[in-house]
Nanobody
């Protein structure tokens, strides 16, 4: 069973940075595509970054240049480095896993593809 636990959220000023972590168990990067998603107040959940078994990464246009997704070689932790944060980045951030190791491209930033989810970590960006 896949289990994902996010951490690293918090409150920062606009322009600040955060690094989120996702502790993963039951995950194999040979079998799973990993992604980061967020859901702001009153908004739908949106995909912002993903990484597949080949370490290929995909980012939403809204975060390109500001966000980097990565994973450790031990297959235990997924990271999301976020820079130049703005108030519109305020959301609950989730890591997720899908049984699609070859995912890639903007079309795969789709919450419906992902079946395993963490509980989320709150990111609040103040002006």
């Amino acid at each position: 069973q896949v289990q994902l636990v996010e951490s690293g959220g918090g409150s920062v000023q606009a322009g600040g940075s955060l690094r989120l972590s996702c502790a993963a168990s039951g995950v194999s990067y040979r079998k799973h595509c990993m992604g980061w998603f967020r859901q702001g107040p009153g908004k739908e959940r949106e995909g912002i970054a993903l990484i597949n078994s080949a370490r290929e990464t995909t980012y939403a246009d809204s975060v390109k240049g500001r966000i980097t997704i990565s994973r450790d070689n031990a297959e235990t932790t997924l990271f999301l480095q976020m820079n130049s944060l703005q108030p519109e980045d305020t959301a609950v951030y989730y890591c997720a896993a899908a049984v699609a190791p070859y995912c890639g491209g903007e079309g795969d930033l789709n919450p419906a593809m992902f079946t395993y989810w963490g509980q989320g970590t709150q990111v609040t960006v103040s002006s």
